[in-house]
């Protein structure tokens, strides 16, 4: 029963369920319905997809993480990078139809889902962690530029593409003579608009005497306000005989079931791509996951909600979709306006079904410029640059793997972005750990605490060689380690004993081993004895057993100090 | 001038050389000139290219490596895992022509001696600490049982060929029906001989009242012997009639400088090769100068290697040579025939020029069987599987390191095995450290130590929790670290502080800085204090300056000691 409850939190929750609770979630997802309307409309634009892809990965992924997700108010559906990552998968295929387009986005949904899924049942949920929060942070911050720049053409009305920096700017330029100015004003109002109610709405209706929940939940209704209207506009004015660039016709019927069917090229070229997405919408969404549980007091399990993200995927994908993952505005909004369980998701998934049978015809005037305006509006909250001041001040290396995160998604997109992050910062740990901080020690005077000579003032004795190595001895620093205490022995010439601090050293592996075995003969050489101390209880389980503990020229010391007492002590003796 | 002396090691010890080195270097030379022709040819058969080349691979290269070289002893010229993996590279090309496989031997050398100048100029050299002695071990056995079954088709004369363990055994199988009987007696003859000149001549020859160490050197011509007496039963019984397949006419003539003409699809194809070629060579050949000068209390400068074994390299390609490195043997008996500086290697030089000019014609008639069993005996002696059992009984991640490399190098050849031993090297290491090792930790009775409450008897306070984390904390496992001590913390109601024991945490990278921060709030949430001990100075600093330091809710302590002493006391006072 309780491994059923961990694979269907459902049955959990579920069990609790009152009128209370329906109530809660019913508010909340009414609110999430209004948002999500737009803005499923809009994700489908940026990834190059018909509008009413967006609304069919509202659908069946919201119940299918209800069902198994372990968030409580987590909101799922299409995001912006993650559908910025699709409109770059599907440009790779060079594929220009759009049923082929929309044939390859499901094929990744599903991919990417079914990649998820595998994750999560082996528990391979902490692979995530090798995507450190600078990296993540880099390259949601280029991101958000590249999606800004790509929605400037809808603003402007002109035909231009690109998924770089350097393409997306040279589109812009080379058309700029085709600005279609009805759209432009279109495009800067809906804008405008969309930034007053994000910074101005809020304080103005608290001043009304609005509470302050209710006026920030209603702030988030502004880009449905901005389609209503916008709309309206257009099909008063009709403004598409003016070139203005409207969303056209949107079929009002649900998705049937039916799994994509395309050639196994595709499905090899998306292969690369559908783990990337799938990678980048679990750190995503499991971010905010965590960040909303913990206020709550509530814990969410990673591994399933792989699994949970997994099922979404795999419905968007067997439902015309495309990917999906949880979305931090979205899953903010349905946490404030109370939503208490993933049921909320389910109301949500009914009232996009509601609005795609009855709202639909509506839509076919909504200019596509106010959807790239609430896309715009959106994603340049994403944009933080503040993480390169924040590393560069706090470490080199972080530093370094966020600037080349940036650079590198930004100069060659979004597939590559990631990656190079990835790999940078595993070289630069890597490196790090081969070249390790190593301290001459000396006892703090009336301690029994031994600590760097250059930092505090210690005693030391001129036969005797404390040095504390800060990492574990491995493959990659084992000859550096070797060399450099036998060159700090070398300098000193009256020396008998090197003592080696291990309080940091938490393996040893073969290699290091070995290289401790060719420092202890060395030393020997120069007639010095190698002492060890400090060990950790699972390092010296292991070297227990080897042939080193017998060629060892000096002891082992469960403590520096009885080290160093020991051996003071043997020199009055002599 | 220092400088010059240090890219010009010959500066160094030239201006000592007297009458008395040079007679050292001289007998040294005399003895490794008689070993290295039977293994230069032989070396070349390995490569499967035209005897001569072998002899042109140790021309030049060992005069540039002599003005170059830091280390006294080191014997350059063609090895055999060098070899094999030379064989490799021109055999995935699929050229047929002997002309065209010398161009590509000569293409790969000199790619191979730029790559290691480039890595020398650039003070890479300490990139090849990532190969691990149990990679490198495993690495080279796997190679001795590929490179003899290769020659086990010269020992029984017939065509066979393939470049792993399955097809190496399959074409050999394949073939037995064609098995030639002389050359199977010359082969079985000369490896039997071989084998006993190895093990027993020694004994034979002390208790013949020889010096030990002459007849360690005298045990060492027993190759020459063998070409000796097979190319007379040759010549004498015409074996070459009988099918007996014989090196053939050798040009006697001294190599031109000329750089390899080969298409650029070529030099691309090779230069995957050429690096791997660069890396193991450069990682054989600095282990053999490094014991043998820890042996005379000398030492080598390992980026100054790169640079001479590149010179060697660059002019073996451009002396129609093949790929070469410093090798154990040869090193050895140079070492123990006395070499006292690199000027041997220059004499071993003039001495194969002079065999190249005037004994060329008698190789005529020597049967490729005994360069064959020369090579088998030669290579046996690098196969060693106890790295399995030593690793098996000392660590898992190296066990399994060692393991695929000689699974993957026996399967898919020379090319695959080195690069899967070192990722999967690499893998593990982060995934270890992924999952660092925690211990609680409480106070041992009467001291200020503390120790692992699983391992030791110790005190502790129930609304204190002592944690010591066994890693450095950074992105792959900031996570982890948070996730557990906030389950730790959960599981203690009474709990008030937590005290995490940095004496192993080398250092906090950004994305650790960050859940650090999470735990603290987290804690913080469940009206639990965290506190910070032991931190290193490197450390410390750079926590100084974060906003981390105003939102902990606790303090940091020097010593943990200090860090209980205060919260007991404190919970005394209130």
Redesign the interface.
């Known amino acids: 029963m309780k491994g059923l409850t961990k694979y269907f939190p459902i049955l959990e929750w579920g069990r609790q369920y009152n009128r209370a609770t329906l109530t809660s979630d019913l508010v909340a997802a009414c609110i999430v319905t209004i948002m999500l309307i737009p803005q499923s409309l809009a994700y489908a634009l940026l990834a190059g997809l018909p509008a009413e892809a967006g609304l069919h990965a509202s659908l069946l992924p919201l119940v299918a993480y209800g069902l198994f997700g372990t968030s409580r108010t987590l909101a799922v559906g299409p995001v912006a990078v993650v559908s910025l990552m699709t409109a770059a998968a599907i440009g790779s295929l060079g594929v220009l139809e759009t049923t082929d387009k929309l044939l390859a986005a499901a094929c990744l949904a599903l991919m990417s889902g079914l990649m998820l899924i595998a994750l999560g049942v082996l528990r391979l949920g ?1 692979l995530a ?7 993540i942070a880099g390259f949601i911050t280029a991101s958000g530029i590249i999606i800004a720049l790509s929605q400037m053409k809808h603003l402007l009305g002109i035909n231009a593409s690109g998924d770089n920096l350097v393409h997306l700017l040279q589109g812009l330029l080379a058309h700029l003579d085709q600005i279609n100015f009805p759209t432009l004003v279109i495009g800067i109002s809906a804008t405008a608009f969309l930034f007053w109610v994000r910074k101005g709405l809020q304080p103005l209706l608290l001043k009304f005497g609005m509470a302050k929940r209710n006026a920030e939940l209603a702030s988030k209704t502004g880009p449905v306000f901005a389609v209503v209207v916008t709309t309206l506009t257009a099909y008063l004015l009709d403004l598409g005989s003016l070139g203005v660039a409207l969303v056209g016709d949107v079929p009002s019927q649900l998705p049937g079931f039916s799994l994509p069917n395309i050639s196994t090229d595709f499905w090899l070229a998306l292969a690369g791509p559908a783990a990337l997405i799938s990678i980048i919408g679990f750190v995503e969404s499991v971010s905010v996951a965590q960040t909303l549980a ?1 206020k709550r ?1 509530q814990r969410i399990d990673p591994n399933q909600e792989l699994i949970a993200l997994g099922a979404a995927n795999v419905s968007a994908g067997s439902t015309q979709g495309f990917p999906v993952t949880g979305g931090f505005s979205r899953s903010v909004v349905n946490f404030d306006a109370g939503a208490e369980t993933p049921a909320a998701g389910i109301y949500t998934a009914v009232g996009i079904a509601i609005a795609t049978l009855l709202l639909t015809p509506l839509l076919a005037y909504l200019p596509k410029a106010t959807l790239a305006a609430t896309i715009i509006v959106a994603v340049l909250s994403l944009v933080d640059l503040s993480i390169l001041k ?2 560069w ?3 080199q ?2 530093f370094i793997a966020v600037s080349a995160t940036i650079l590198v998604t930004l100069v060659l997109g979004v597939e590559f972005g990631v990656s190079a992050g990835v790999l940078l ?2 070289l630069i ?2 490196l ?6 190593m ?1 001459i020690v000396g006892q703090v005077e009336g ?3 031994y600590r ?1 000579i250059d ?1 505090h003032q210690v005693i030391t004795h001129p036969n005797i060689l404390s040095v504390r190595v ?3 001895l ?7 380690l070797e060399d450099q205490i036998d060159n700090l022995a070398a300098e000193r010439p009256p020396l008998q004993h090197v003592i080696l601090m291990c ?5 040893i ?3 290091a ?2 290289s401790l075995e ?1 420092l202890n003969s ?1 030393l020997s ?1 120069r007639g010095i004895k190698l002492h060890l101390s400090e060990i ?3 390092v010296m389980d ?1 070297l227990k ?2 042939e080193f503990m017998s060629h060892l020229t000096g002891n082992i010391y469960l ?1 520096q100090h009885r080290a160093v007492s020991d051996l003071v002590e043997q020199d009055y003796c002599i």
């Open positions: 902490f962690n090798f995507l450190s929060h600078p990296v913990a007091r924040k590393t001040r706090y470490s290396a972080d910062s595993i740990f890597l790090k750990t081969s070249r390790p901080h301290a301690t029994e605490h760097n930092r800060d990492e574990s491995y493959f990659a620093n084992a000859h550096y309080t940091a050293v938490n393996t592996d073969m290699s081993l070995e060719a060395r050489d950790k209880g699972p292991k057993h080897t403590t």
